[in-house]
């Protein structure tokens, strides 16, 4: 039967995946734009600005696909999960407020300036808008990236009657998987960046946009995924080593290890079956786990038998979710180290550069333009199913924190929600190949629109 | 922590405070642009745009006050947080689903092609309505003591119709001062329309709220306290006359005044919350959980009570900004 709990579970893993969806592009996209518009006051080309302006209009949307998301998220903890602010808001709530106080109002105000205030203030005022804004929502990923690893690595707080009280916000801050999540985040929206910047552009290239800002905004992305990926990469290898340190439960699932022991194989595919406690399929590099993990081809690598009560109850996370989660993760990672490494390759060997890429790299780009996004949510997939039972590792379990809502009621908000997900996700995919279009044709396709503003224009 | 005396009871109060007022800078600041939202279907496709504009820049900051307000009830009040939101469950779905169209529909509406405008015009009016009327409804159930029956949800109803009027209204004031010509005078005559709502809506919260409970009726209707509030109902009377005469005057020939509705309107504003405080105090959830036992632990208060202070300023200070930088007749926005 389908329960409160596991429709509540689903419903805040709905909204999460899509919210963060958008802070994941407007983090490293904000930091993008103000690299165009540096580019241009140094340089006084008018490709960086014709980037500028196509590339801030993708930001303004995706803004508010994070705001208005964003906010469903502060209501929930209420709605749904009252149990998690009773137990944990001594320390949650503040981390949370500071992220309001410091991060989203500095965001807020100068998004104006960003976006429309170019020909209202001074250019410098108008370059440190894009700074504070790009800086608001770095610092968001801050404090969020603080509150959730403290939820994965809690410490610096004490149990007084049930209720978390905190000890050292130091450490509670800068808890033991907070610089590695963080690192990881920050490169993962600098790749899901990377890539669409990569992605739209090559779609603009094969239907025919020569401008100079098409050729320029691909190689800007092209070049950050080549730099980042390889970052990325060994980021994520600490984060895991970090993880076997303090939740090896978590990496167990990952590797689908069942039984703790050495000489671990590396598992690529398997059907892990949580009844029968054991692997189906497996398809193994013998010694890969212990290698990776333990760096020796004898390293213990924990098993996930370890994690069980005495009465049978699995206290390990739900292991295919993970197992896959990972394996699509990394897959993804693979894939765009080979196409950007690929890409800039083959461009280097072009007198052209990235303007003579082969028709097959630009459509692969293009299928790729979402790639980053893939990658984070199965990211995120393996790291917060992987804490599960838990909701805050070893202090408050899932199960506790659920606000007693009746199912159904759950289940209507459910719906709603994904249906109006579902079209706004498609409604934003759209539009922005459209903007891609429109750019490429120039205004030909909105003549309507371009003859209003002639008429404004001259009515002024 | 303890130069105020003992931080269990001052702590709360402040956060009481802190919280209160930013409900109502955010119902002053997004009341007029979901009101703006509210007249968008009595105004021609040009007008729209004109309309947008006024509140394009502001929109984003006005709802940060929401999510302020949502998390010091959050983080400062974390029981009463569980119990207010679990008991509106539904109409907080109803309202984030009306925010969410609402706030995309800024940015769809501009950046769509041509032929999905209309669609969007539209989700961008319905999201403004939607969510105007669910807070009109959670305002109704929490005076009523988030208790559920007929009459309860009747009297949210009222409350729902009133505050969306009342946000129309305030929307209308806003247009008035951002916009001139044609558009302010429909602004003019959407105000008119709408005065005689808001006169209903503030006798209904006021005239219901004491006969929730007796304490509240004691706190008002008593010598000397009736005699000392008695500023705040003729305060609000003499600001609803404000309102009716400058409506009628307006549009004036230099556009000199056309900022006096907008500022009576917050005027009320301000006098309805204050009134509305002083009925529920010490309460938060009203008549069974005050602020002092639902309070997050006094260290926890403590630090983000040092943030606020050093922060607050600076919000203020940047906000005050954006609105000068955005002053002035809305003209159409141009990222370039």
């Not at chain 1, 190689?219 to 970090?242: C, E, R, S, Y």
């Not at chain 1, 303090?246 to 000489?263: F, S, V």
């Not at chain 2, 029956?149 to 409350?159: E, K, N, Q, R, V």
């Not at chain 2, 808001?198 to 006021?206: E, H």
Request: glycine share 8%; with cysteine; charged share 10%.
């Amino acid at each position: 039967m389908i329960d409160t709990l596991l429709l509540s579970r689903i419903q805040f893993g709905a909204n999460i995946s899509f919210h963060i969806l958008f802070p994941t592009i407007t983090i490293a996209l904000g930091w993008v734009l103000l690299f165009f518009k540096l580019r241009f006051s140094a340089t006084g080309e008018e490709r960086w600005m014709e980037a500028y302006r196509f590339w801030v209009k993708v930001f303004a949307l995706s803004f508010a696909m994070g705001v208005v998301s964003g906010i469903t998220m502060s209501f929930q903890f209420g709605t749904n999960w009252p149990g998690f602010m009773g137990t944990v808001g001594n320390i949650a709530g503040p981390l949370l407020a500071y992220e309001i106080l410091t991060a989203f109002f500095l965001e807020a105000a100068f998004i104006g300036i960003m976006l429309f205030g170019f020909s209202r203030v001074p250019g410098w005022l108008h370059t440190l808008a894009t700074v504070l804004v790009a800086f608001g929502t770095t610092l968001s990923a801050f404090w969020i990236l603080a509150l959730n690893s403290w939820m994965h690595t809690p410490v610096g707080f004490e149990m007084r009657d049930g209720v978390a009280h905190a000890t050292d916000w130091l450490a509670i801050v800068f808890n033991p998987s907070m610089p590695y999540r963080l690192s990881h985040m920050l490169l993962a929206s600098g790749l899901t960046v990377a890539f669409l910047l990569a992605g739209v552009s090559a779609y603009r290239r094969l239907i025919g946009d020569e401008q100079p800002a098409t050729l320029v905004t691909l190689k800007t992305g092209l070049v950050l995924a080549a730099l980042l990926i390889p970052v990325q990469i060994f980021a994520g290898d600490l984060h895991g080593l970090n993880t076997l340190q303090h939740q090896p439960q978590k990496i167990a699932a990952m590797e689908g290890n069942w039984q703790t022991g050495p000489n671990k194989p590396l598992v690529l595919f398997a059907l892990p079956d949580s009844e029968a406690r054991e692997n189906h399929y497996e398809l193994a590099i013998p010694n890969g786990a212990s290698l990776i993990l333990k760096h020796s081809f004898d390293g213990v690598v924990p098993g996930l038998d370890d994690y069980v009560a005495d009465d049978g109850t699995p206290l390990h996370p739900p292991v295919s979710a993970v197992f896959w989660s990972f394996r699509i993760m990394v897959g993804t990672g693979l894939a765009m180290l080979a196409i950007s490494w690929a890409s800039l390759g083959f461009a280097w060997h072009r007198r052209r550069g990235v303007a003579g890429l082969h028709k097959l790299l630009l459509i692969g780009l293009v299928a790729m333009t979402f790639s980053g996004w893939l990658a984070t949510l199965a990211g995120w997939y393996t790291t917060e199913i992987g804490r599960q039972p838990w909701l805050v590792q070893g202090v408050l379990m899932t199960r506790d924190a659920i606000a007693d809502v009746p199912a159904p009621m759950v289940l209507a908000t459910l719906l709603t929600y994904l249906a109006t997900y579902a079209a706004l996700l498609l409604a934003y995919v759209g539009v922005l190949f459209y903007l891609a279009r429109k750019a490429t044709e120039g205004d030909r396709l909105m003549p309507e629109v371009s003859t209003s503003i002639t008429q404004l224009k001259t009515a002024e | 922590m303890h130069m105020f005396g003992d931080p269990a009871t001052w702590l709360p109060v402040t956060f009481a405070g802190l919280m209160g007022l930013s409900i109502l800078i955010y119902v002053v600041l997004d009341g007029f642009d979901l009101g703006v939202g509210v007249l968008f279907p009595m105004a021609d496709a040009k007008e729209k745009d004109r309309m947008i504009a006024s509140i394009g820049p502001f929109w984003d900051a006005n709802e940060t006050w929401l999510v302020m307000a949502i998390g010091l009830l959050l983080v400062a009040f974390p029981a009463a947080h569980g119990t207010i939101l679990t008991a509106l469950y539904l109409p907080v779905a109803i309202m984030l689903i009306g925010l969410i169209l609402r706030g995309v529909a800024f940015e769809f509406r501009a950046k769509a092609p041509a032929p999905r405008k209309e669609l969007w015009n539209r989700l961008f009016f319905a999201g403004s309505l939607v969510t105007a009327l669910a807070q009109g409804f959670m305002l109704g159930l929490y005076i009523m003591g988030l208790e559920f029956t007929l009459l309860t949800i009747a009297f949210g109803i009222l409350t729902a119709l009133c505050l969306t009027v009342g946000f129309g209204f305030i929307g209308a004031t806003w247009l008035i001062i951002k916009t001139d010509g044609q558009l302010q005078q429909k602004a003019v005559g959407w105000a008119r329309q709408g005065l005689v709502g808001i006169i209903v809506g503030l006798a209904a919260v006021s005239l219901a709220t004491p006969f929730v409970s007796q304490r509240i009726l004691d706190k008002w209707f008593s010598v000397p306290e009736f005699l000392i509030l008695a500023p705040l109902p003729l305060m609000s009377i003499l600001f609803v006359v404000v309102l009716w005469i400058s409506l009628r005057h307006l549009p004036d020939t230099h556009d000199r005044w056309s900022w006096v509705p907008f500022a009576a309107t917050s005027a009320l504003f301000v006098l309805a919350f204050a009134g509305l405080a002083y009925s529920f105090y010490p309460y938060v959830v009203p008549e069974k959980l005050t602020i002092y036992e639902a309070a997050s632990a006094p260290e926890s208060l403590f630090i983000i009570l040092l943030g606020t202070l050093f922060v607050l300023p600076i919000i203020i200070g940047y906000s005050a900004l954006s609105y000068t930088v955005f002053r002035g007749k809305a003209t159409e926005l141009r990222y370039d």
